[in-house]
Structure formats: C-alpha cells, structure tokens
C-alpha cells in the first residue's frame, strides 16, 4: 500500500506517585483518544528521534531535558495506521519523575492529564496502542523491544522484531 511514512517519538513521563502523564487530544491524529505526548521529527531539518523528544517535551510539558535523561524503550513501526499513513516511532521514558506546571496542562493539541497506570485500560486510547504498544512497553520498561503492527488487517496483525536480551531465540517462527 502507497501511502506517507512519518516518523515520531512518544514520551513516557511518570511523578513521584507513580503516575503516567497522557495527553487528552483534541486534534487529529487519535483525536478524543489519550496518548503519551509526542509529536513528528522535523525531517527536513534533520532531526534526530532524541532531539525530537527532548523538543516535544519542552514545548508539550514545558520541560527541559536533556538527551541523557531519555530511555530508549522502543521502536514500533505500523503499516496503514488507519488506512493513511505508515508511522515509525521511537518510544522514550524520562528516567525521574517530574512534576508539571498547572498552567502547563493545557495547550493547542489537548490537555494533559495524570493517570494511574492501571486506569489505561479503561481509558479510549487508540487500538494499537491498546493491544500491543502498552503491553510491551510495560513488559520491557527499562529495557528495549521493538514490534511491527500490520494495521491493513482487522485485527491489526503483529509482532516482535526485537525483543528483550536473551528472547532472540524464540523468534524462529
């Protein structure tokens, strides 16, 4: 299928409580759906995914960080997310709590929003995220995977490229 490829980050920032920090989106893509902030690398200029997150974290969250402060947790790819585009995405975690401004928690693409990390489920999140992008990312947080999620399918067919150190074995099918 011929369709766009974008490349973006999504940032994983949790407080002292424990709590994840999700953006309530107002504008499309997943509008009305929760997700981690995030946004597109700036291709043109060159930009690198560490770049892209320490960027959307300033101007999402209002925090300065540096690329040390990032975990790389994954890469997820996904073909024909909604039948529009093809996405590469780089998955990051801030590696110490923080805490937001209040006036911070509004801006032009949503609201943000703490929650618990149990109460994701019952949130409208979109279905890939869903079904694979937070399992894995709780399986492997502080660790690395990396998944394809075939989205021309219903359901959406998936799965692991790279998993956790020492699972390349199971792998053979």
Same mark, same amino acid.
């Given at each position: 299928m011929l369709l766009p490829y974008k490349i973006a980050v999504l940032c994983y920032l949790f407080d002292e409580q424990g709590r994840v920090l999700l953006l309530h989106r107002v504008k499309p893509p997943n509008q009305h759906l929760y997700s981690p902030i995030g946004g597109k690398l700036e291709q043109a200029i060159g930009e690198s995914p560490t770049a892209c997150a320490v960027r959307e974290i300033h101007e999402e969250a209002g925090?300065?960080?540096?690329? @040390?402060? /990032?975990?790389? %947790?994954?890469?997820?790819?996904?073909? @024909?997310? /909604?039948?529009? %585009?093809?996405?590469?995405?780089?998955l990051y975690e801030l590696k110490t709590p923080v805490k937001i401004a209040p006036d911070a928690m509004h801006f032009d693409e949503g609201r943000l929003e703490w929650h618990e990390p149990d109460a994701i489920h019952g949130l409208p999140i979109p279905q890939t995220d869903r079904g694979v992008i937070w399992p894995q990312f709780w399986q492997h947080r502080g660790g690395f995977f990396a998944v394809h999620i075939d989205c021309s399918t219903t359901?959406?067919?998936?799965r692991m490229e790279q998993p956790a150190a020492g699972d390349w074995h199971t792998l053979d099918a």
């Open positions: 925090l300065d960080v540096r690329p @040390a402060d /990032l975990h790389l %947790t994954g890469i997820v790819s996904e073909t @024909a997310y /909604l039948g529009q %585009t093809h996405w590469l995405m780089f359901p959406p067919r998936w």
